[in-house]
């Protein structure tokens, strides 16, 4: 299991990455980037019921932001081996079953979501086009109730990075369920 950070990637670059996706591209983060003025990173898994909370308000996220240059991208990290609930075919299956409009990479290494400090699904990171970490956290402060959500963290920091205004807050903690992480062979 990684070392929990107190230390914010807040104005820090990105963790770059290539990762495969459930539609048989590769992704890499740098040269992706290039093409949005703004990219969601948001780590999340097959079987978490926060992500299946918001899967359809991510994918009306993509739909609204989508002309503005906005792009969403999940990476499920989880170990694989812990079970088949999280392997790159059920990934595939997940994707086509809940119709994401937003590219789905698989982490099978672990390291990008290390690298990002990441420990829960779902926990998103804005990045702006520079590659610049803008936004980490919480999607919005009600996993459970579209309707009643008051805080819409993650719309907000979207919509004030458009408006190249200052994002309020920058880091909320994320809601849902901790990562799963490989277990270290003995040795």
């Given at each position: ?15 770059d990455f290539e990762l495969p996706g459930v539609d048989g591209e590769v992704y890499h983060l740098t040269r992706y ?25 991510l994918k009306a996220m993509q739909t609204d932001f989508k002309e503005e240059g906005v792009s969403l991208i999940g ?72 309707d009643a959500v008051s805080q819409p963290y993650l719309r907000r920091s979207i919509q004030a990075l458009l408006a ?24």
């Amino acid at each position: 299991m990684p070392e929990e950070s107190n230390v914010s990637l807040i104005g820090a670059y990105a963790p770059d990455f290539e990762l495969p996706g459930v539609d048989g591209e590769v992704y890499h983060l740098t040269r992706y980037r290039e093409q949005f003025r703004a990219l969601v990173v948001i780590f999340m898994g097959n079987e978490c019921p926060t992500v299946a909370q918001y899967i359809d308000r991510l994918k009306a996220m993509q739909t609204d932001f989508k002309e503005e240059g906005v792009s969403l991208i999940g990476i499920n990290a989880n170990a694989a081996q812990e079970g088949l609930k999280d392997s790159f075919e059920q990934m595939k299956r997940f994707a086509q079953a809940m119709e994401l409009n937003f590219p789905y990479l698989r982490d099978p290494s672990q390291d990008v979501a290390r690298g990002f400090g990441a420990t829960m699904t779902p926990e998103v990171y804005l990045i702006n086009q520079a590659g610049v970490i803008c936004y980490h956290g919480a999607i919005d402060d009600q996993p459970q109730a579209a309707d009643a959500v008051s805080q819409p963290y993650l719309r907000r920091s979207i919509q004030a990075l458009l408006a190249g205004e200052a994002i309020n807050p920058t880091d909320t903690a994320p809601q849902g369920t901790a990562l799963t992480w490989r277990k270290t062979p003995v040795g």
